[in-house]
Protein backbone atom coordinates (compact mmCIF):
# COMPACT_ATOMS: atom_id res chain seq x y z
CA UNK A 1 0.00 0.00 0.00
CA UNK A 2 1.21 3.55 -1.00
CA UNK A 3 0.03 6.86 0.66
CA UNK A 4 0.54 10.01 -0.76
CA UNK A 5 0.76 13.65 1.59
CA UNK A 6 0.04 16.14 -0.75
CA UNK A 7 0.56 19.89 0.31
CA UNK A 8 1.41 23.49 -0.77
CA UNK A 9 -1.96 24.59 -1.84
CA UNK A 10 -3.83 27.89 -1.01
CA UNK A 11 -4.74 31.08 -2.00
CA UNK A 12 -2.78 33.09 -4.44
CA UNK A 13 -3.76 36.31 -6.89
CA UNK A 14 -3.50 35.67 -10.73
CA UNK A 15 -0.01 35.72 -12.31
CA UNK A 16 1.30 34.35 -8.92
CA UNK A 17 2.62 31.03 -8.07
CA UNK A 18 2.60 28.16 -5.97
CA UNK A 19 4.75 25.39 -5.51
CA UNK A 20 2.46 21.46 -4.59
CA UNK A 21 4.17 18.85 -2.79
CA UNK A 22 3.31 15.26 -2.93
CA UNK A 23 4.96 13.07 0.01
CA UNK A 24 4.92 9.20 -1.22
CA UNK A 25 5.05 6.80 1.47
CA UNK A 26 7.54 4.67 -0.81
CA UNK A 27 9.90 4.85 -3.28
CA UNK A 28 8.85 6.74 -5.81
CA UNK A 29 11.76 5.26 -8.30
CA UNK A 30 9.42 2.19 -7.81
CA UNK A 31 6.29 3.96 -9.75
CA UNK A 32 5.87 3.85 -12.77
CA UNK A 33 4.57 6.84 -13.40
CA UNK A 34 3.61 9.84 -11.40
CA UNK A 35 1.14 12.88 -11.58
CA UNK A 36 -0.95 15.70 -11.10
CA UNK A 37 -4.71 15.23 -11.68
CA UNK A 38 -7.08 18.50 -10.51
CA UNK A 39 -11.15 18.97 -9.86
CA UNK A 40 -12.98 22.12 -10.58
CA UNK A 41 -16.37 22.36 -9.02
CA UNK A 42 -18.92 20.72 -11.34
CA UNK A 43 -16.20 19.44 -14.00
CA UNK A 44 -14.40 16.07 -13.98
CA UNK A 45 -10.47 15.19 -12.71
CA UNK A 46 -8.50 15.82 -15.40
CA UNK A 47 -4.79 15.03 -16.02
CA UNK A 48 -1.88 18.00 -15.36
CA UNK A 49 0.85 16.48 -15.51
CA UNK A 50 2.77 13.04 -15.02
CA UNK A 51 6.57 11.86 -15.29
CA UNK A 52 7.59 8.23 -16.01
CA UNK A 53 10.10 6.38 -14.06
CA UNK A 54 12.49 7.23 -16.54
CA UNK A 55 11.81 10.72 -16.24
CA UNK A 56 9.69 11.36 -19.03
CA UNK A 57 7.22 14.22 -18.81
CA UNK A 58 4.19 15.32 -20.16
CA UNK A 59 1.97 18.52 -19.94
CA UNK A 60 -1.60 19.33 -20.12
CA UNK A 61 -1.96 22.01 -23.11
CA UNK A 62 -3.46 24.34 -21.07
CA UNK A 63 -0.55 24.32 -18.29
CA UNK A 64 2.79 24.08 -20.91
CA UNK A 65 5.50 26.65 -20.05
CA UNK A 66 3.66 27.66 -16.67
CA UNK A 67 3.81 24.20 -14.81
CA UNK A 68 6.32 21.96 -14.47
CA UNK A 69 6.75 18.61 -12.84
CA UNK A 70 9.84 17.34 -10.71
CA UNK A 71 10.50 14.41 -8.35
CA UNK A 72 13.26 14.17 -5.40
CA UNK A 73 14.33 10.61 -5.46
CA UNK A 74 15.90 11.16 -1.73
CA UNK A 75 12.67 12.71 -0.32
CA UNK A 76 10.14 10.29 -2.48
CA UNK A 77 8.01 13.88 -3.51
CA UNK A 78 7.03 15.06 -6.11
CA UNK A 79 6.80 18.30 -7.35
CA UNK A 80 4.55 20.88 -9.42
CA UNK A 81 5.90 24.30 -9.83
CA UNK A 82 2.74 26.24 -11.04
CA UNK A 83 3.79 29.85 -12.05
CA UNK A 84 1.86 32.73 -13.90
CA UNK A 85 -1.43 30.95 -12.43
CA UNK A 86 -4.71 32.41 -13.59
CA UNK A 87 -7.93 31.93 -12.10
CA UNK A 88 -9.34 28.85 -14.20
CA UNK A 89 -6.24 27.16 -12.54
CA UNK A 90 -8.50 26.45 -9.48
CA UNK A 91 -9.51 23.30 -8.35
CA UNK A 92 -8.76 20.65 -5.77
CA UNK A 93 -5.58 19.34 -6.75
CA UNK A 94 -4.52 15.51 -6.38
CA UNK A 95 -1.56 13.81 -6.46
CA UNK A 96 -1.67 10.00 -8.20
CA UNK A 97 0.92 7.60 -8.37
CA UNK A 98 0.66 4.45 -10.60
CA UNK A 99 2.56 1.17 -10.44
CA UNK A 100 0.92 -1.53 -12.00
CA UNK A 101 -1.44 -2.87 -11.60
CA UNK A 102 -2.25 0.02 -8.99
CA UNK A 103 -3.18 3.39 -8.85
CA UNK A 104 -3.18 5.82 -5.89
CA UNK A 105 -4.01 9.07 -4.66
CA UNK A 106 -3.48 11.40 -2.33
CA UNK A 107 -6.21 13.56 -0.49
CA UNK A 108 -5.84 16.23 -2.34
CA UNK A 109 -5.13 20.11 -1.90
CA UNK A 110 -7.20 23.22 -2.91
CA UNK A 111 -5.24 25.81 -4.98
CA UNK A 112 -7.63 28.84 -5.54
CA UNK A 113 -6.38 31.82 -8.00
CA UNK A 114 -8.33 35.15 -7.35
CA UNK A 115 -8.24 37.51 -10.65
Known amino acids: QVQLVESGGGLVQSGGSLRLSCAAS????????MGWYRQAPGKERDLVAHITSGGTTNYADSVKGRFTISGDTAKNTVYLQMNSLKPEDTAVYYCNAFRFPRNYWGQGTQVTVSS
Open 26 to 33: GSIVSMNV
